[in-house]
């Protein structure tokens, strides 16, 4: 079974600060993703990354950044937490196999909130 | 317009009836669709995909394909109430390989 964690279900974090949010796949996927999930608005991707170093961004990258320096982990930055910061973000992992898409595998999800 | 839409509902219906869920996409080009399901709480799970025009069966998951409409559908019979949940669509896009577009979900109740 695929499996992909997150280092924190719930987070609570200040005004201003720098904050990691980890995750880890062991499937030895290529493609990792961050994602946040708002009511009303859905899952929108923040950063994705399809090999080691390489990132691209997604719908909403702004206040965001992101770390790929081994295949298995894929961290999201975010450089000065703010309010409208607080969410619950997801991450997760996909295989690359010829030219399509298969199937994303998500963590459980980190709660942060932003005081 | 959105890439992907979905009807947000809430959708109700009673426990042994057909559940139907629909989603619209705007890339014509795109060619994997995938239903996620997700309960309150807890991080999206994927229930059904489908490649190909036409429908694919799994258990009382039927997934409809029609490309030349840009619909993709999902039927649940027999619905139970642990089939209570939000339903997401996805729909690769062919700009950004391996990138998805996500609907906003349909909220699903089924009532005992």
């Known amino acids: 079974d695929v499996k992909v964690t997150q280092s924190s279900r719930y987070l609570v974090k200040r005004t201003g600060e720098k904050v990691f949010l980890e995750c880890v796949q062991d499937?030895?996927?290529?493609?990792m993703f961050w994602y946040r999930q708002d009511p009303g608005l859905g899952l929108r991707l923040i950063y994705f990354?399809?090999?080691?170093?390489?990132?691209e961004k997604g719908d909403i990258p702004e206040g965001y950044s992101v770390s790929r320096e081994k295949k298995e982990r894929f961290s999201l930055i975010l450089e000065s937490a703010s309010t409208n910061q607080t969410s619950m973000y997801l991450c997760?992992?996909?295989?690359?196999?010829?030219?399509?898409?298969?199937?994303?595998?998500f963590g459980p999800g980190t709660r942060l909130t932003v005081t | 317009q959105k890439e992907v839409e979905q009807n947000s509902g809430p959708l109700s219906v009673p426990e042994g009836a057909i559940a139907s869920l629909n989603c619209t996409y705007s890339?014509?080009?795109?060619?994997?669709f995938f239903w996620y399901r997700q309960y309150s709480g807890k991080s999206p799970e994927l229930i059904m995909f489908?490649?190909?025009?036409g429908d694919k069966e799994d258990g009382r998951f039927t997934a409809q394909l029609n490309k030349a409409s840009q619909y993709v559908s999902l039927l649940i019979r027999d619905s139970q109430p642990s089939d209570s949940a939000t339903y997401l669509c996805a729909v690769d896009s062919t700009n950004t390989g391996n990138q998805f577009y996500f609907g906003t979900g349909t909220s699903l109740t089924v009532i005992p």
């Open positions: 499937m030895d996927h290529e493609n």
């Open positions: 489908i490649y190909s025009n």
């Open positions: 890339d014509r080009g795109s060619q994997s």
């Open positions: 997760a992992s996909s295989p690359t196999i010829g030219r399509s898409s298969y199937e994303q595998y």
């Open positions: 990354s399809y090999d080691v170093k390489m990132k």
